[in-house]
């Protein structure tokens, strides 16, 4: 028999970015909030103590701060009627773990979405044609604007202390800024961080060929500074050690150096860590969540109940937890009918090499996790796709992460893999070698879902998450393009440009690092025959259950998402505060 807590009102489900989010708000609101992580506790001064944090075995190849996957994985096919097979070893993407989760090793790469990114299918319907839309790739809008998230975007940049340059205050162009960017309300709170030679070459070879390349906005502070919280981060120093790390000079915003010193002294809050929810309670009509129940580190079964659930786990753990709960009606690719699942979606990272004259020193020791230069010229919406025969784009950017010597060594095409020759390769690429990265959309498809594993379990003997995916020719083509596009930045960069077009029918390999930023399966949008939540993140179906983070994205563009996940967490609790808490009930 589970054990049953005291009532809330609140239970969060997940404390990483977004649970930190609702936490402060919902207490600040008067709120009793429980905050449930399976993992354990998680602060800089304990878990980024210098020098033994910058240790790049330990965190970046062993990867001491993801989820452990002996414990509990996905499995992953990249068609129906494959057999799924589970990821044991980190190489696509790394799932987070513990308080904070991804945002304590994240990079910090803040990109606000063009307004038109968030109205994709309108915009490429009116520019090509509802006929240029392919029948099985699901394209959707979101149900909110960039005028409705503006104010959102502008305070968690402020929570965050993103330093960046303007391109457009309040509908005036600023000069250095980003031109294709929607208005923004205010500059960002902090001045770019310092470019790093590279990042320098990249620039100009943008300037060469006519593109407007700007200061890639970064998460990470170009000096001191204070949020509105009354929280203090320090000036980046430029350490070179930030993704998959903590930040130890706490410069890089994540919960533990923005939020969680002002919400976990609240009298109200409660974080229980070690505690792995298994499933979201509801009543006899299935129409209202009651609680949640949660396995303890003593292997109790738990429950938690509550006025208001909040799921804040990582994307895909988001869609697993509700379709253990059975709430929503599991998407069928065959029948395309039910949405829970639907529209998973990922990014399609690729990147062009540039070896640099005999002599360049391009010191890339000196590194941050966000900091460079950045260009939005071949960006979803921001150039003419007629007769390219895909649609999609990318941000495209040279950022210097730091030059660690076993993951960012780089060596010429046809270098030896090992041995001597392999160090004197290694020995004359490391001060000549950058990359100019692109970080490509995938849109969602009829194919690409989430549902669960028939087989395969995790340590509690619940299903695991089954992914289905694979990459289509137009997220293929688009790469191409823009890779032949970026070569000739290189060159006029005045470096030897290296890459390899793909295959139209390449697969994606799950062997190979591309990013984290896994979207979709728990949809946003305006009809919930599309969609699992509504514009406040709502449940359709359950209207006390919120779903937040990347699950809620229709597709993805070439963005990183971080912003627009927060974004929509400050937009939905304030709506969950205003509006909600006064008349429960659905909101859209």
């Keep these: 028999m589970a054990i049953e807590k005291e009532k809330v009102d609140v239970v969060l489900v997940g404390f990483g970015w977004t649970g930190a989010i609702y936490g402060v708000e919902l207490t600040a609101a008067g709120q009793s909030v429980v905050a449930l992580e399976r993992g354990h506790m998680q602060t800089t001064a304990t878990d980024a103590k210098y020098p033994q944090v910058i240790d790049e075995l330990n965190y970046a190849v062993r990867g001491r701060m993801f989820q452990p996957l002996a414990k509990d994985t996905l499995t992953i096919r990249h068609k129906e009627g494959d057999t799924a097979v589970p990821y044991r070893e980190y190489g696509s993407f790394l799932l987070g773990n513990n308080v904070g989760g991804a945002g304590l090793h994240w990079n910090g790469m803040f990109y606000r979405y063009l307004p038109n990114q968030l109205r994709l299918r309108s915009y490429y319907e009116e520019k090509y044609g509802e006929d240029a839309i392919p029948k099985d790739m699901y394209l959707q809008d979101y149900p909110v604007t960039y005028e409705e998230l503006e104010p959102f975007f502008a305070k968690f940049e402020e929570v965050c202390g993103v330093s960046g340059q303007a391109g457009n205050i309040k509908g005036v162009q600023q000069p250095g800024g980003n031109p294709f960017e929607g208005w923004r309300s205010t500059a960002f709170p902090n001045k770019p961080l310092i470019n790093s030679y590279a990042s320098e070459l990249f620039k100009k070879g943008c300037e060469a060929m006519g593109y407007n390349p700007y200061p890639a906005p970064a998460a990470n502070a170009s000096a001191p500074y204070t949020n509105q919280y009354g929280v203090r981060l320090g000036p980046c120093n430029y350490c070179g050690f930030c993704e998959r790390f903590a930040c130890y000079n706490y410069s890089k915003a994540s919960p533990q150096t923005t939020i969680l010193p002002v919400l976990l002294k609240r009298p109200n809050f409660e974080l229980r860590t070690n505690a792995n929810v298994i499933k979201v309670n509801t009543d006899s009509s299935g129409k209202k969540a009651t609680g949640v129940t949660y396995i303890d580190a003593q292997g109790n079964e738990v429950f938690q109940p509550a006025e ?93 992460h730091g030059g660690r010597p076993i993951l960012q060594s780089p060596t010429e095409a046809g270098s030896p893999k090992w041995g001597s020759g392999w160090k004197k390769a290694t020995q004359e690429g490391y001060q000549r070698i950058f990359s100019i990265g692109i970080s490509g959309s995938v849109m969602s498809y009829r194919d690409a879902y989430l549902d669960l594993d028939p087989t395969y379990t995790d340590n509690h003997g619940l299903p695991l998450l089954r992914l289905t995916f694979n990459w289509h020719e137009n997220e293929n083509k688009m790469v191409n393009y823009l890779m032949e596009k970026m070569a000739k930045v290189g060159e006029a960069a005045g470096g030897k440009v290296e890459y390899k077009p793909y295959a139209l029918d390449a697969p994606y390999d799950t062997r190979i690092y591309q990013s984290t930023h896994n979207t979709g399966g728990a949809i946003m949008g305006d009809d919930p025959k599309t969609s699992v939540v509504n514009k406040y993140l709502q449940h359709w179906d359950v209207p006390n259950l919120f779903v937040s983070g990347a699950s809620a994205f229709p597709q993805n563009v070439g963005y990183n998402p971080t912003a627009l996940v927060g974004a929509l967490a400050y937009h939905s609790v304030h709506n969950i505060v205003t509006k909600y808490l006064k008349n429960p009930g659905p909101m859209a």
């Design 308 to 400: 208001m659930v909040i799921l804040n786990a990582f994307a895909i753990h988001n869609v697993r937890l509700l379709l253990l709960s059975k709430i929503g009606q599991v998407y069928d690719p065959k029948t395309e009918t039910g949405t829970l699942g639907r529209s998973y979606a990922y990014q399609r990272d690729v990147s062009v090499k540039v070896v640099m004259p005999e002599g360049t020193k391009l010191n890339t020791f000196i590194g941050t996790g966000a900091g460079g230069v950045t260009m939005d010229d071949f960006n979803e919406v921001t150039f003419d796709h007629s007769g390219l025969g895909f649609l999609g784009g990318a941000s495209i950017r040279t950022s210097i």
